[in-house]
């Protein structure tokens, strides 16, 4: 990691908690910031409002688990990113690999959730990962190039855009990839960024690892070189466990 890029440590709730325990979570959370990296909680879409009354007056940023394409209109049951912003938000998570297998995102559809993410302001953290198939084939940096190529819009800024790596395999398993196969698919997706949107892109965008992250891991890989904070889902329900791997940014 280079000092220009401050680590950012995000919480991913997925499908979990109560308004109760979200803003008890939320608050415990802001009571313990780390210095030296960002941080960011993502609450399922009901609980945004609770969790962003919580975290007033804090540093901790808010961000959704997902958004639609569109601005508004006929689409049951999905919520826009301009009504993310209207909530409070800064950052939305995007293309995550559950929602690519629940819900059959492909990345061309990830690429136009990210470009309305953009149009409202929203910082989009965009999901990439190859299942335990496609590393056991050896197609894991094919996969993610194509996966960089196609969900990534033209107007990808390191402002406006973080990427998150995160090995579908790892996920929720306990198991993590290896610092050695984090560092290189970092890599590759940093060289990636550079050849389709400049040197000055790719030295600025944070690209977090993801999967299975937890306080007696989170030093080792967030001292990896090109790694550049966390998208924590498990560990993230807990302050402590969340705020311990915020600390462990080098
Ligand atoms: P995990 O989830 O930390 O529970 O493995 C990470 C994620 O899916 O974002």
């Known amino acids: 990691m280079t000092m220009d890029r401050i680590p950012l440590i995000a919480g991913n709730w997925k499908m979990n908690g109560a308004v109760a325990e979200s803003v008890a979570l939320a608050r415990a959370v802001a009571a313990g910031v780390a210095p030296g990296c960002e941080l960011l909680v ?53 293309g995550h690999s559950e929602r690519r297998a629940d819900h059959g995102e492909s990345d061309e559809l990830v690429r136009a959730k990210t470009e309305a993410a953009h149009a409202a302001g929203l ?64 890599a590759h997706i940093r060289a990636d960024v550079e050849r389709r949107f400049g040197k000055g892109v790719a030295a600025g965008v944070r690209i977090l690892y993801g999967g299975s992250m937890k306080p007696s891991n989170a030093a080792e890989l967030l001292a990896i070189d090109g790694v550049d904070g966390g998208l924590i889902g498990g560990a993230s329900l807990k302050a402590e466990d969340f705020l311990s791997i915020a600390t462990s940014c080098p």
């Not at 975290?55 to 601005?71: I, N, R, T, Y």
Request: hydrophobic share 45%; net charge negative.
């Open 123 to 186: 910082i989009a953290i965009v999901c990439v990962g190859e299942t335990l198939a496609e590393r056991d084939g050896g197609e894991t940096l094919t996969r993610i190039s194509s996966q960089i190529e196609g969900s990534l819009p033209d107007a990808v800024t390191a402002e406006n855009t973080v990427i998150a790596y995160e090995p579908v395999w790892a996920i929720g398993t306990g198991r993590t990839a290896s610092p050695a196969d984090v560092e290189e698919v970092h």
């Open 42 to 94: 993502c609450p399922p879409a009901v609980l945004i409002p609770p969790v962003v009354a919580a975290l007033k007056g804090s540093a901790v940023a808010v961000g959704g688990q997902d958004c639609h394409f569109a601005e508004s209109g006929a689409h049951t049951g999905d919520i826009a990113a301009v009504m993310l912003v209207d909530a409070g938000c800064s950052h939305v998570i995007l």
